[in-house]
C-alpha cells in the first residue's frame, strides 16, 4: 500500500526532505467555529460529537470541510461502545444441544449440552467499528501514531535579537 500524500501545511511544518514541489493552489479550509453536530447524527454519535469536537477544534484539526467525515468517525465511535456493551465477556457464544421436541440436553450431572461455538455478532460489529474510528481518527492526527508524522519547528526569535551559544539560552 503506497504512502498516503501528505498535505502541504504539514509539508511546511515538518520540513521537506524529499524537495518536491509544493503544492501552491491547496484548499485551506476555515477552521470549524461553530461546533454543532449535523442534523443526521444519532444521539449516540452526538454524544461523542460533544466529546470529541471541541478537542479536535483546540487542536486546529476540525475545518469545515472536515464535517462529514469527523461525523462519520463519532458514529462510528458510538456503534463501538454499543458493541461493546452488548458484548460484555462473551466474544464467543454456545449454542445448547436440545432433542427433536425443542427441550435441552443435560448430561449425567443435570448440566446442558452444549452443540457448538460461535463468535458473538456484537464481537464482529466490535472490530469493524474500532477499524473504522481508527481510519477516520487517524486522519485527523488524533492517535499518538499519527501525532509522531507531524513535528514544529520553532518559530524562532519574534524581536530580531539573534543569540548565540550560552547567550541564547538566557
Same mark, same amino acid.
Given at each position: 500500500?503506497?504512502?498516503?500524500?501528505?498535505?502541504?501545511?504539514?509539508?511546511?511544518?515538518?520540513?521537506?526532505?524529499?524537495?518536491?514541489?509544493?503544492?501552491?493552489?491547496?484548499?485551506?479550509?476555515?477552521?470549524?467555529?461553530?461546533?454543532?453536530?449535523?442534523?443526521?447524527?444519532?444521539?449516540?454519535?452526538?454524544?461523542?460529537?460533544?466529546?470529541?469536537?471541541?478537542?479536535?477544534?483546540?487542536?486546529?484539526?476540525?475545518?469545515?470541510?472536515?464535517?462529514?467525515?469527523?461525523?462519520? +468517525?463519532?458514529?462510528?465511535? &458510538?456503534?463501538? *461502545?454499543? =458493541?461493546?456493551?452488548?458484548? @460484555? !465477556?462473551?466474544?464467543?457464544?454456545? /449454542?445448547?444441544?436440545?432433542?427433536?421436541?425443542?427441550?435441552?440436553?443435560?448430561?449425567?450431572?443435570?448440566?446442558?449440552?452444549?452443540?457448538?461455538?460461535?463468535?458473538?455478532?456484537?464481537?464482529?460489529?466490535?472490530?469493524?467499528?474500532?477499524?473504522?474510528?481508527?481510519?477516520?481518527?487517524?486522519?485527523? +492526527?488524533?492517535?499518538?501514531? &499519527?501525532?509522531? *508524522?507531524? =513535528?514544529?519547528?520553532?518559530? @524562532? !526569535?519574534?524581536?530580531?535579537?539573534? /543569540?548565540?551559544?550560552?547567550?541564547?539560552?538566557?
Amino acid at each position: 500500500m503506497a504512502r498516503p500524500t501528505k498535505p502541504t501545511a504539514l509539508k511546511l511544518i515538518a520540513g521537506n526532505p524529499g524537495k518536491r514541489a509544493l503544492n501552491k493552489q491547496e484548499p485551506d479550509p476555515t477552521y470549524l467555529d461553530d461546533l454543532t453536530p449535523p442534523a443526521w447524527l444519532a444521539p449516540e454519535a452526538v454524544q461523542v460529537w460533544g466529546e470529541m469536537a471541541p478537542m479536535a477544534a483546540r487542536a486546529k484539526l476540525l475545518t469545515e470541510v472536515d464535517v462529514q467525515a469527523f461525523a462519520m +468517525g463519532c458514529v462510528a465511535i &458510538a456503534q463501538y *461502545r454499543l =458493541a461493546t456493551r452488548r458484548t @460484555g !465477556d462473551d466474544a464467543v457464544k454456545r /449454542k445448547l444441544a436440545v432433542d427433536d421436541k425443542g427441550n435441552t440436553i443435560t448430561d449425567e450431572d443435570g448440566k446442558p449440552v452444549y452443540a457448538g461455538e460461535h463468535i458473538n455478532p456484537w464481537a464482529l460489529v466490535q472490530s469493524m467499528t474500532f477499524k473504522q474510528a481508527m481510519l477516520v481518527f487517524d486522519k485527523f +492526527g488524533m492517535t499518538p501514531q &499519527a501525532r509522531t *508524522r507531524i =513535528a514544529i519547528q520553532p518559530q @524562532g !526569535d519574534l524581536f530580531g535579537s539573534e /543569540k548565540t551559544g550560552a547567550a541564547s539560552y538566557f
